[in-house]
């Protein structure tokens, strides 16, 4: 057998393990769930020392190849992570368990009583890049919404990646639930995520997470429902009936509170009654936060700050402290350049006109649709969700942070004392 | 140019109108959507002759091409299906617009109002076979959901369906809407679904309805998100607590209603406990309905009427009035076994047991669980959603019947009065 042959049998036999097991765990009552959980917080906190010397091996690893400061450090799994992994356990034992709560039984005119179910979706795969602690935040939201979950996280963090799986295998044991339910695919090899690709019979939903590169190479290689986004190119438009004052701080907000994140702001869109005052006074504070500013030329005219953007800068995802300013004539020129522009996530206006702020939020396509606050917003966390485990801009299953709910579906339920069908 | 070049680029223009007549679409107020559908009603009945002229072109080439007198019954626009279509079209105006619709805004702890907004999907694709009706059904819930549609039917219905499309692009015209938010694909050569099926930047959803080998062609060669069900293969156990007076006329509806539709009957489980008696009783009924019946050995002992099984009558699709029977020592057996040969459609228990009925309904994987009524009822007339486009079996996004809900998705909204993330 080659290599090939072997590593897409090692794959199907971790899927068919991962659909198996899934089974038991769609019907395990919430506080054995969260019991699980709770030992993991424990077992977390015991295993540090085991945690580092696997970690340690990847960090060595990843000197070795030559990776950068922040790569590393991404890396590292450091008191700080292991803390910021024990929150986030908490965060999900805390909350509701969503598996098969029934939200309204109504009755038909037969007097059957018709609802649908919350069920888990079965088996999810995660595809992800680097920080090992996704690999725990991924598998406690799997497990809570009673999923098995099949984890392949970046080839960097390997080891790390294992010795976790293998902690929350324990916690799992602990409780007689199968371990399968947490899987972490054994190869590094690319072909692996090829090989998963393929086996919609056993996989429900794949999630990516990570550069645009792997999304789209996920996406476009994926015979399982891939709930993704590409990226996230963020607008405020300011309008003509803006309270500049609360303007201000949302704009330096959304770029600056951090700049690497698929929320951060990256286009400014101004209406042009505003902008000749307002230009020059925000363009000097987001200079002041080292913001560069690139524009069309009509806002370059208004300040000296800014400089004639490039064609690639509109829509583009910076990530960085830069961001692109246009000048537009009315609010429907700031919805046409989002809906060319935009990338579906989130899209926010300034505004104390009523009807331009109902008008923007319901003619804007996206995720989330913001008014008078910072684009920021758009997070699991913030909108109540509880914990998230990413943000769709696909509009099916799911549109914006995914959370518990997302990660199950529905099914009918349907109470009848004999009734048959006229 | 050659002609796959041609269809290509026809193709793409098909979707990309669809795309830009949707943002029109997707904020038009009820009221209109309901008059363009009412104008409808009132053009199919003004154009009965046209209708039929176009109507007998697809029936003469079917007359050539040597179609089943049952296939061609399906082809015909008769007055019956003319009415049937109209009643479907009352129907759609009388469901509520989802649209718009904000079910709960909640306060977070920094004030910030959060909902989530019911918007339309967008661009819709139908791939279909023979049945014209189909056509006007589809545009209306597309159309009333705010989507744009693409309508590809089978090639054999062509005609009929190219001048259905242009009676009802007439309904959106004189409401000044882009008639491009319903279209047919104006080819049928089967290249024209693979030109479509690449269009994921246009297109958000591909409902294909039809037999099997139609259904797997659209989900492996699609980039967009597809809604479907290969097939019904439905169940209904007979349990041991079950009161055997509601379940002969739940098991004759179920196999004899209609035969030839997915949520019908096709294999019947029945507990050991209640067998020898009941299985001779029900087998009697079934062959009086003219239902042939094959078995497993044990219920072919317990009833001459039942022959024995091949191994491929285990989890088929019969369509027909024959029916699968096998006796079981548990409800656990049973559930294994529809785990096994389901699929995923609907599967219903008789029980008076309570305890028996709740674990069937949490533990039984498929779109509509049923306890003590014929499998017949799911769908999404008889579930109360109105009207349906189709059953899913998928899980992602709709899981059972689809109305017009599940032809929405929801975005986020935020209302803020200045808010920065901390």
């Given at each position: 057998?080659?290599?090939?042959?072997?590593?897409?049998?090692?794959?199907?036999?971790?899927?068919?393990?991962?659909?198996?097991?899934?089974?038991?765990?769609?019907?395990?009552?919430?506080?054995?769930?969260?019991?699980?959980?709770?030992?993991?917080?424990?077992?977390?906190?015991?295993?540090?020392?085991?945690?580092?010397?696997?970690?340690?091996?990847?960090?060595e690893?990843?000197?070795?190849?030559?990776?950068?400061?922040?790569?590393?450090?991404?890396?590292?799994?450091?008191?700080g992570?292991?803390?910021?992994?024990?929150?986030?356990?908490?965060?999900?034992?805390?909350?509701?368990?969503?598996?098969?709560?029934?939200?309204?039984?109504?009755r038909?005119?037969?007097?059957?009583?018709?609802?649908?179910?919350?069920?888990?979706?079965?088996?999810?795969?995660?595809?992800?890049?680097?920080?090992?602690?996704?690999?725990?935040?991924?598998?406690?939201?799997?497990?809570?919404?009673?999923?098995?979950?099949?984890?392949?996280?970046?080839?960097?963090?390997?080891?790390?990646?294992?010795?976790?799986?293998?902690?929350?295998?324990?916690?799992?044991?602990?409780?007689?639930?199968?371990?399968?339910?947490?899987?972490?695919?054994?190869?590094?090899?690319?072909?692996?995520?090829?090989?998963?690709l393929?086996?919609?019979?056993?996989?429900?939903?794949?999630?990516?997470?990570?550069?645009?590169?792997?999304?789209?190479?996920?996406?476009?290689?994926?015979?399982?429902?891939?709930?993704?986004?590409?990226?996230?190119?963020?607008?405020?438009?300011?309008?003509?009936?803006?309270?500049?004052?609360k303007?201000?701080?949302?704009?330096?907000?959304?770029?600056?509170?951090?700049?690497?994140?698929?929320?951060?702001?990256?286009?400014?869109?101004?209406?042009?009654?505003?902008?000749?005052?307002?230009l020059?006074?925000?363009?000097?504070?987001?200079?002041?936060?080292e913001?560069?500013?690139?524009?069309?030329?009509?806002?370059?005219?208004?300040s000296?700050l800014?400089?004639?953007?490039?064609?690639?800068?509109?829509?583009?995802?910076?990530?960085?402290?830069?961001?692109?300013?246009?000048?537009?004539?009315?609010?429907?020129?700031?919805?046409?350049?989002?809906?060319?522009?935009g990338?579906?996530?989130?899209?926010?206006?300034?505004?104390?006109?009523?009807?331009?702020?109902?008008?923007?939020?319901?003619?804007?396509?996206?995720?989330?649709?913001?008014?008078?606050?910072?684009?920021?917003?758009?997070?699991?966390?913030?909108l109540?969700?509880?914990?998230?485990?990413?943000?769709?801009?696909?509009?099916?299953?799911?549109?914006?942070?995914?959370?518990?709910?997302?990660?199950?579906?529905?099914?009918?339920?349907?109470?009848?004392?004999?009734?048959?069908?006229i």
């Open positions: 057998m080659n290599d090939s042959a072997a590593i897409y049998e090692v794959i199907e036999a971790v899927a068919k393990k991962a659909r198996e097991s899934s089974t038991r765990l769609g019907t395990v009552d919430t506080q054995t769930k969260n019991s699980v959980l709770g030992d993991l917080l424990t077992l977390l906190e015991d295993n540090k020392s085991t945690l580092r010397l696997e970690n340690e091996k990847d960090l690893n990843g000197r070795k190849r030559g990776l950068s400061g922040a790569m590393l450090d991404r890396l590292a799994l450091s008191d992570v292991i803390e910021a992994m024990k929150s986030g356990l908490r965060e999900v034992i805390a909350l509701p368990d969503p598996v098969g709560s029934i939200e309204t039984l109504t038909r005119p037969n007097n059957l009583l018709v609802g649908r179910m919350r069920v888990p979706l079965g088996v999810i795969a995660m595809i992800y890049e680097s920080r090992p602690n996704v690999t725990v935040d991924a598998a406690a939201l799997c497990l809570k919404a009673g999923n098995s979950v099949i984890l392949r996280g970046g080839s960097e963090a390997f080891h790390s990646n294992m010795v976790l799986a293998k902690v929350i295998r324990r916690a799992l044991s602990q409780h007689n639930l199968p371990t399968d339910c947490v899987q972490v695919v054994p190869t590094t090899d690319r072909q692996g995520i090829h090989a998963l393929q086996h919609d019979e056993y996989i429900d939903l794949v999630i990516p997470r990570g550069g645009e590169g792997l999304i789209r190479m996920v996406a476009e290689n994926s015979r399982i429902p891939v709930l993704k986004h590409y990226k996230g190119v963020c607008h405020i438009y300011v309008d003509k009936m803006a309270d500049l004052e303007a201000t701080p949302i704009i330096i907000n959304a770029k600056t509170q951090r700049p690497g994140v698929c929320n951060a702001l990256e286009g400014l869109l101004i209406h042009e009654a505003v902008a000749s005052h307002y020059p006074e925000i363009a000097k504070k987001l200079r002041e936060a913001v560069v500013l690139v524009g069309c030329p009509r806002s370059v005219a208004f000296s800014i400089s004639d953007a490039q064609p690639d800068d509109w829509g583009r995802e910076f990530l960085d402290l830069k961001l692109c300013v246009k000048v537009v004539d009315s609010m429907d020129e700031a919805k046409d350049y989002i809906a060319t522009y990338s579906k996530h989130t899209e926010a206006i300034i505004t104390e006109d009523h009807a331009a702020a109902m008008a923007f939020l319901a003619g804007v396509d996206a995720s989330a649709v913001v008014v008078n606050a910072s684009t920021r917003f758009n997070d699991g966390g913030e109540g969700l509880g914990t998230e485990i990413g943000i769709s801009t696909s509009k099916l299953h799911a549109y914006g942070p995914m959370g518990l709910e997302e990660l199950t579906t529905r099914k009918f339920v349907v109470f009848g004392d004999g009734q048959i069908r």
